[in-house]
């Protein structure tokens, strides 16, 4: 119950806060940021007790009657402050009252049933808004970043707003061996010096493209920095644990998302290793946040706006990978706390329309979803699951590692003065990246085209420089179909070769350092292109393997001389999906998201054995992904489903007041005056208070929430006349006698939750987790035979399980 995100103080400075208020700050997520700043995501007004408020007015009680005169619902009474968590049980409570008295109305007049088939109309709409603008802001990323990355190399003599390939698509002067080169795509030595041969134009070009990484890198953190500390970072994490029922005031809001939009081009153009694909799902996360605000039953309840948000990351994946299916099988197995039925049709639909607003735009000119689609032709053999499990097991230790190396880094820049100086630490990344990555091709493009070019599969005239095979002297050789018969390696394969060897050693320290730096950065394609590189490395040697050894009893029967064996874009394929699925420790998601890369359904079961070889190594050094570890690192208040917790306590053990601690705060039904509960409210930061019978007997009664009650006293005091500080206060059914000549009782019975959830003090520990978790509950009151001994938090809980884990228990931040 400790909170800090509830204060202390009347019901104007819930809305005014004062000076002191503006300089609460914390650092969350790694960035320095402001309790106090809801301008992006106001209070909600319930509508949750507006019902329960006029019931109680009924029977002459009530604050309907006796605090709000003039029958208007008290505005914030049943919301939550920032970093709390919301009460699940009387979210569905709420909306299953809004739900019931929608369907009685409706059989009464022509209007009301309108208003309910509208109503019951208004998520398919949502969806389908939410879909429209991710697709369309996923398309505009794509677009920009495309056009931004190659602006780092030249410019389009025609318009400057060309990118490359779209400059050169109208050129009648391209040859099928330079492709890439027409006279109205300049490289900024030719621009500069007249000439892009010789060392000084390459000098000249490594510079422009250094200044221009700086450049975009700067832009990036300055514009988090300044306008949205929020946008950093991937998003996973904190959606995870909003999705959990955690309150972050402005953190799906207009202004994160506007900035995330544009820093993220800027990321991903300056060269850093990192994606769009994380940040993506926070952006349309926010896209959903902010369509809410249009429908009222989204607006006013938190539990159905999550359902909202649970298909918005599916949406998220869908616009960044062009899976559909993939996208909600991520939101339900890896994001999503709750997940009903009906969440996962309108999350289907939801990512079907994403995908098919970016797929009308079609932002790579391929009529495709993203630049790496491939399409294999040669089946795979029984024999290579040897090296497709050997390619699992690489990507469990880089994911174990990758996670271990990198919580370590997050955890130096937190401790450290390294924290403090952001934009610093960007620039130096990206000039060491940039420095680095220019003189090696593989490095200098950026992480969808390394992917892209990892995943092909070699054509006869394919001019790739992994395609530098020697050519075949007969047409015995030249293979059947589509496909193309194994060939010796040429000089330009073993120059590609080892450039990879050198950008899988370069990317794999580099992204260590990038994610988690203060500018959107996603963890998908540096993860992917890390084991593509390793991949493609495998399969280039299996096939050189297979060409020279077709007499061996591994190869014999099913590889002879001119035949098309062994495939190694297939190779960097499974070799992307082990090192994500041990980064992020996705399944079945994962399998499905490249099955819809690639279009084929063959190899569904290469995919599946590296992806579960790679969890299970993984999970020996660790259970932990890469998101529940930063989630943990930022001390977030987030009960992780999949671990158990198998420790033999007691409620008891974990409840407080402990023994040493001072009685807990409580109120009395009808014997405190309104001064004195008030006088209870400053001196504690509770967020609720258990009601008992009397201080003496201390049987339970209710639960009622501090800023209700804080609310609804200053309401009080304002609009009822005769509440002093001599008031009594009464949450019983019945007044009882009253003096003649003393002031009216504050009866406030309508804010009292009747029916908390308890446990007794001898309920095991793990069955109390199991609870919290699969209701999602804030708190939970502990009693022996009716009598209130305690109280256990979800803060307790974490607290309780980091001692047991031998963690710092004081690295949980927030309740």
């Not at 890439?180 to 795509?185: A, E, S």
Request: aromatic share 10%; net charge negative; charged share 20%.
């Amino acid at each position: 119950m400790d909170s800090s995100g509830f204060r202390t103080g009347s019901f104007d400075s819930l809305y005014h806060p004062s000076e002191d208020d503006d300089d609460e700050m914390v650092d969350i997520a790694g960035a320095t940021l402001d309790f106090t700043s809801t301008d992006d995501d106001p209070p909600l007004v319930s509508g949750g007790y507006e019902e329960r408020s006029s019931a109680a007015s009924m029977n002459g009680q009530g604050p309907s009657k006796l605090v709000d005169p003039l029958d208007d619902p008290l505005p914030g009474l049943g919301t939550y402050e920032d970093f709390n968590t919301i009460d699940w049980v009387r979210e569905k409570s709420k909306d299953r009252d809004r739900h019931r008295e929608i369907t009685n109305k409706s059989r009464q007049s022509t209007v009301a049933l309108l208003h309910s088939v509208s109503d019951a109309f208004s998520g398919w709409l949502l969806m389908l808004l939410v879909g429209l603008m991710s697709g369309a802001l996923a398309g505009g990323i794509d677009i920009a970043a495309h056009w931004l990355t190659d602006m780092k190399e030249g410019l389009c003599l025609t318009g400057f707003w060309f990118n490359h390939e779209h400059c050169c698509w109208t050129s009648n002067e391209t040859t099928f061996q330079e492709r890439d080169r027409c006279p109205q795509w300049q490289s900024w030595a030719e621009l500069i010096t007249g000439t892009s041969e010789g060392p000084f134009a390459y000098i000249v070009n490594y510079l422009m493209y250094i200044f221009w990484a700086l450049l975009f890198a700067f832009l990036a953190v300055a514009l988090v920095r300044a306008f949205a500390p929020y946008a950093c970072g991937s998003g996973i994490p904190e959606i995870k644990t909003i999705l959990s029922g955690f309150i972050i005031r402005g953190y799906l809001g207009k202004w994160t998302l506007i900035i995330k939009t544009i820093t993220l081009v800027l990321a991903v153009s300056s060269g850093l290793s990192l994606g769009k694909e994380g940040p993506l799902v926070h952006v349309a996360c926010c896209c959903a946040n902010i369509l809410c605000h249009l429908f009222t039953k989204y607006r006013k309840n938190e539990a159905k706006r999550r359902e909202v948000l649970s298909a918005a990351a599916a949406v998220g994946v869908s616009v960044a990978f062009g899976a559909p299916i993939g996208g909600v099988l991520f939101s339900l197995e890896e994001v999503s706390y709750y997940f009903p039925l009906k969440t996962l049709w309108r999350s289907f639909f939801a990512a079907l329309v994403a995908a098919f607003t970016l797929r009308s735009i079609n932002p790579f000119g391929n009529s495709r979803l993203v630049l790496f689609f491939v399409e294999f032709h040669a089946p795979w053999h029984l024999v290579e699951l040897a090296p497709f499990i050997l390619l699992g097991i690489f990507g469990g230790l880089w994911g174990a590692l990758f996670i271990r190396a990198n919580i370590a880094w997050c955890r130096r820049r937190k401790s450290t003065r390294l924290g403090h100086f952001p934009v610093i630490e960007v620039l130096v990344v990206a000039a060491v990246t940039a420095v680095i990555a220019y003189p090696n091709s593989y490095t200098r493009m950026s992480g969808a085209e390394l992917i892209a070019e990892l995943f092909n599969d070699c054509s006869l005239l394919d001019s790739s420089q992994l395609c530098g095979y020697k050519q075949p002297t007969n047409t015995s050789e030249t293979g059947v179909g589509n496909s193309l018969a194994d060939r010796p390696a040429g000089a330009g394969l073993y120059t590609a070769l080892w450039q990879l060897a050198l950008a899988l050693g370069f990317k794999m320290i580099i992204t260590v350092i990038t994610f988690g730096m203060k500018v959107p950065s996603g963890l998908f394609i540096p993860s992917m292109a890390v084991g593509a590189i390793a991949g493609r490395l495998l399969g280039v040697g299996m096939e050189q393997l297979a060409y020279y050894n077709h007499d061996w009893f591994l190869f014999k029967g099913w590889c002879s001389p001119g035949a098309d064996c062994i495939t190694p874009g297939l190779y960097a394929m499974v070799g992307a999906a082990a090192c994500l699925g041990g980064v992020t420790r996705m399944t079945v998601s994962l399998v499905v998201i490249m099955f819809e890369l690639t279009g084929g359904l063959e190899y569904i079961v290469p995919l599946m054995a590296a992806t579960m070889t790679s969890k299970w190594v993984a999970d020996a050094f660790g259970r932990e992904g890469i998101y529940e570890a930063h989630i943990r690192l930022n001390g977030y208040p987030f009960l992780e489903p999949k671990e158990e917790f198998d420790h033999s306590s007691l409620t008891v053990d974990v409840m407080r007041p402990r023994r040493s601690d001072p009685a807990l705060a409580v109120l009395t039904q009808e014997s405190m005056t309104v001064g004195e509960v008030e006088a209870l409210v400053e001196s504690t930061h509770y967020s609720g208070f258990p009601v008992v019978v009397s201080q003496e007997s201390q049987r339970l009664v209710g639960f009622v929430l501090r800023r209700d009650l804080i609310i609804s006293i200053d309401n009080a005091r304002k609009r009822q006349e005769g509440i002093v500080s001599a008031s009594q206060v009464l949450f019983t059914e019945h007044a009882p006698a009253q003096d003649a000549d003393g002031p009216p009782p504050l009866r406030l019975r309508g804010i009292l939750d009747l029916s908390p959830f308890t446990v007794t003090d001898h309920t095991p520990m793990d069955i109390t987790v199991d609870i919290f978790r699969k209701l999602g509950l804030r708190q939970c009151l502990v009693t022996h035979n009716g009598r209130l001994l305690g109280i256990i938090t979800k803060k307790d809980i974490l607290k309780h399980m980091a001692q047991i884990a031998n963690r710092d228990p004081d690295s949980i931040l927030f309740n």
